[in-house]
C-alpha cells in the first residue's frame, strides 16, 4: 500500500461561472495529481508490514551540505542538557497525557501521522497538539537530561518486574512525529530539528533498558523519527543532514545490556535455579524449582498450588525429564552410567537441568554481539535447530524462556541501517548540488559512506531512468521481505 | 543348713568320680538371646498363617491400582497435546504460538518409542507460559508493533484533572495572599 503528497490548491475569490469553476477545479485536481506523481515534491512509502521490501520514493533535491557542517544536531547538544535522570521527567510526561483520550482521537492522530505532508489537516494537528501541549513541553525537557535510569526492579523480580509504560511513551513519540511533520509543512527545519532531537533521545532513552522490549519499543521511536527525515528530504529546498547523520552514534540503541538481561531471565526470575548451581539439590529443593518455575512461566498469574499439588508436578517433571538428564550426563558431563545409576534422582536433575539450560541458551546467545551480517544469519540457523524435535538436549526452561533473537536483532541492526543509507541519500544530494549530475557509484562522492550493516558491504547503488536506487539485501532472506530501498527519482 | 564339705580328702565313689569329670568338661557358654533370628521366625511364622489373606489383598491393590491408572489416562488423554514432530518448529514462527508449552518428545528429548501414552500424562506437568511471557516472547518475534495499543479511555474525564496553568496561578496567588 503506497500514498503519494497531492498538492492542494486553494480557489480564488472570483465569482465565476458554476461550470467554468467545476472544469477548472477538475483540471486543477487533474494537473495536482499529474504534477503529484511526476515532478512535485513527494515522499512515498510503502506501509512497513515486514511482509514486503521497504521500497521509500523520494524526489530528488540537490542540496549542498551546511556550513558549519553540525549545524543541525539530530542528538539534543550537550550544551543543551542538564544532570538528571530523564527516566523521572518522562514519567511526569506520561502523566500529563490528557485523560479524555477516545478511540476518535486515537484513529485521527493515526491518520495525521500518515496521510501525505500536503494533505495534513493543519486545524486538527494543532487541536491535538496543543490538547498534549503540556506533555510535550515536559518530553522536551526529559529528552534533555544527560542519563536515564529506569529503575525497574528486573535484579530482585525478573521478567516479573513492571516496566515503563512504554505504550505512552510511544504514544508521545506518535504526538511528536505530527508536531514534526507540521514544521515541515511550514518549511521550520529549525523547530523540527529541535523536535527531531526530542525524538532521537527518546529512542535512545527508552532503549537503554534491561528488558529487550524496551530496546524494540526504543527501536520503533527511532523508526517514526527517521520517517520524519526521510520527510524532511523529500522537500525541496531541505537542509542537507549528510554530517547530522554520520554524527548520530552507531549503534544508536545499547542493546548489550538488554541482551544480557534477557540471557539470565530466568535466574533472576526463578532464585532456586541459581542455587541448583551452587549445591547438590535435594527432593526439597526440586519441589520448590518446580514450584518457583511454574510461578515465574506464569507470571504470578495463578493462583499459586497447593503443597501436595507441588509435590505431584514436581514428581511429574522429574519422571518426564530423568532419562533426559541421566543421558545428559553420560554423554556431556562424562559421567559413568553406573555412578549415575548411584545417584539420587534428585541430584541427576540439579546436575543436569542448570548446565543443560546454559547449553540451550548459549547455543543461541552467543552470535547476539556479533556484527549483525555475522549474527543474523549463524541465529536463524541456531533457532532453525533449536526448533527441530529431537534437538540435543533442548532444556524444558529454554523452550519457555528463549524468545525469538534474530529479529530483534535484525530491528536493531534496521535502525542502524537506516540512518547510514540515509546518509548515502544525502551523499547523492550533495554530490548532485555540487556537480550537476548523479555520481556514477558511491565511491564517487568523496564522503565516508558507511557500508551496510546487513552484509558488511557496500550499499548497492545504481543510476537509473534519471533517478538513483540505494538497496540493502541481507543475507539470506530470500522473501527479500527485509530489504530497504531507497529510490530516488530525478526531476 | 548346709553339711559340710568332706574335708578330710576321702575318695568319691565311683558314680560320682564319672559325673564329676562329665562337669569338669563343660564350658560356659555366651549369654544372650538372637533376637533377629527370634524376629524372623516371628514374622515367618506370622505371614505363613495369614498367607491366603495377604495374596488377595496385594492382588486386588495391583488391580485397583492398574484401573485407576487406566480411568485417569482415559481422563486426561484428550488434553495431552499430540507429539507430531512439525510442532516444535512451527511454535517459535512468526505464525506460530510462540512460547507454547512443546510436545514431550521434542520438549526433552524423550527417548523411547511406546511411551506416547505416558507422555501424555506427564505433559500436564508441564508449566504453561503466562500470558505476560507469552507476550513478551511475541513482541521480541515480530517488534514493537505486536505492544498492545493504548485502549481508548472511556471519555469520561477524570475526576481530578490537572489543573491548568492559568487555573495554578490564581490558586498560587490566593495562598500567598497575593491577587491574579
Known amino acids: 500500500m503506497t500514498y503519494t503528497h497531492r498538492l492542494r490548491r486553494d480557489g480564488g475569490g472570483q465569482k465565476w461561472s458554476l461550470t467554468l469553476r467545476i472544469g477548472c477545479v477538475a483540471a486543477a485536481g487533474m494537473l495536482g495529481t499529474l504534477l503529484a506523481r511526476t515532478a512535485c515534491a513527494q515522499t512515498t512509502w510503502p506501509e512497513r508490514t515486514g511482509q514486503q521490501p521497504t521500497r521509500v520514493i523520494i524526489p530528488l533535491h540537490p542540496s549542498a551540505p551546511q556550513t558549519p557542517d553540525l549545524q543541525y544536531h539530530l542528538l539534543p547538544r550537550a550544551s543543551d542538557m542538564h544532570a538528571g535522570n530523564a527516566a523521572l521527567g518522562y514519567a511526569a510526561a506520561v502523566e500529563m497525557i490528557p485523560p479524555d483520550r477516545t478511540a476518535a482521537e486515537a484513529d485521527e492522530l493515526e491518520t495525521l501521522r500518515t496521510e501525505p505532508l500536503a494533505d495534513l489537516d493543519e486545524k486538527a494537528a494543532q487541536k491535538i497538539l496543543a490538547n498534549y501541549d503540556h506533555a510535550l513541553r515536559q518530553l522536551r525537557l526529559a529528552a534533555r537530561y544527560d542519563y536515564v535510569d529506569w529503575q525497574t526492579d528486573v535484579f530482585n523480580r525478573g521478567l516479573d518486574a513492571p516496566l515503563p509504560s512504554l505504550s505512552f511513551l510511544r504514544q508521545l513519540s506518535n504526538v511528536l512525529t505530527v508536531a514534526i511533520r507540521l514544521d515541515l509543512k511550514h518549511r521550520d527545519f529549525a523547530a523540527a530539528v529541535e523536535k527531531l532531537q526530542t525524538g532521537f533521545a527518546l529512542a535512545r532513552h527508552t532503549g537503554e533498558g534491561h528488558a529487550l522490549i524496551q530496546t524494540l519499543v526504543g527501536a520503533a521511536i527511532a523508526g517514526a523519527m527517521t520517517r520524519e527525515v526521510e520527510e524532511w528530504i523529500g522537500i525541496d529546498g531541505s537542509p542537507n543532514l549528510f554530517w547530522p547523520l554520520a554524527y548520530m552514534p552507531r549503534p544508536l540503541l545499547d542493546m548489550p545490556r538488554a541482551l544480557a538481561f534477557e540471557k539470565d531471565a530466568a535466574y533472576l526470575s526463578i532464585p532456586e535455579l541459581r542455587q541448583m548451581r551452587a549445591r547438590p539439590l535435594t527432593v526439597a529443593g526440586w519441589t520448590r524449582f518446580v514450584a518457583g518455575f511454574q510461578s515465574a512461566s506464569s507470571g504470578g498469574d495463578v493462583e499459586p498450588p497447593k503443597t501436595y499439588e507441588q509435590q505431584l508436578q514436581a514428581t511429574g517433571l522429574a519422571l518426564m525429564i530423568y532419562p533426559s538428564a541421566k543421558q545428559y550426563l553420560i554423554e556431556r558431563q562424562h559421567l559413568s552410567p553406573e555412578d549415575v545409576d548411584k545417584m539420587p534422582v534428585a541430584e541427576v536433575l540439579g546436575r543436569y537441568f542448570p548446565d543443560s539450560f546454559d547449553a540451550s541458551m548459549d547455543r543461541t546467545f552467543r552470535y547476539v554481539n556479533l556484527p549483525p551480517a555475522v549474527a543474523l544469519p549463524a541465529l536463524r540457523k541456531a533457532e532453525r535447530d533449536f526448533g527441530q524435535p529431537g534437538g540435543m538436549y533442548t532444556n524444558l526452561l529454554a523452550r519457555i524462556f528463549l524468545p525469538s533473537l534474530d529479529r530483534a536483532i535484525f530491528i536493531n541492526a534496521n535502525t542502524n541501517r537506516t540512518l547510514d543509507a540515509l546518509e548515502a541519500v544525502e551523499g547523492v544530494r550533495a554530490y548532485a548540488a555540487e556537480h550537476h549530475e548523479l555520481p556514477a557509484n558511491l565511491a564517487a562522492l568523496g564522503l565516508p559512506i558507511p557500508n551496510d550493516p546487513m552484509t558488511a558491504r557496500p550499499f548497492d547503488y545504481r543510476v537509473e531512468n534519471g533517478g538513483v536506487t540505494i538497496t540493502s539485501v541481507p543475507l539470506e532472506d530470500p522473501a527479500a521481505r527485509d530489504t530497504l530501498i531507497y529510490q530516488l527519482t530525478g526531476p | ?180
Request: charged share 20%; with cysteine; hydrophobic share 40%.
Open chain 2, 1 to 180: 543348713m548346709q553339711e559340710p564339705m568332706n574335708e578330710g580328702g576321702g575318695e568319691l565313689p565311683e558314680e560320682l568320680k564319672a559325673f564329676e569329670s562329665r562337669l569338669a568338661g563343660v564350658r560356659p557358654a555366651a549369654a544372650g538371646i538372637d533376637r533377629d533370628r527370634m524376629l524372623f521366625e516371628a514374622g515367618r511364622a506370622a505371614g505363613l498363617s495369614g498367607a491366603k489373606r495377604a495374596r488377595w489383598v496385594w492382588g486386588a491393590g495391583t488391580f485397583g491400582g492398574w484401573a485407576a491408572a487406566a480411568c485417569v489416562a482415559l481422563v486426561l488423554w484428550p488434553h495431552a497435546p499430540k507429539a507430531t514432530p512439525g510442532n516444535s518448529s512451527e511454535a517459535r514462527g512468526p505464525g506460530g504460538d510462540v512460547g507454547a508449552p512443546q510436545n514431550v518428545q521434542a520438549v526433552e528429548n524423550a527417548p523411547r518409542a511406546g511411551d506416547s501414552v505416558l507422555a501424555g500424562l506427564l505433559s500436564n506437568f508441564l508449566p504453561q507460559p503466562s500470558p505476560a511471557l507469552r507476550e513478551r516472547n511475541l513482541i521480541l518475534s515480530r517488534g514493537a508493533d505486536a505492544l498492545p495499543d493504548l485502549p481508548p479511555s472511556t471519555g469520561i474525564p477524570a475526576a481530578d484533572p490537572l489543573p491548568e496553568s492559568y487555573q495554578l496561578h490564581p490558586l498560587l496567588g490566593h495562598a500567598k495572599g497575593f491577587r491574579s
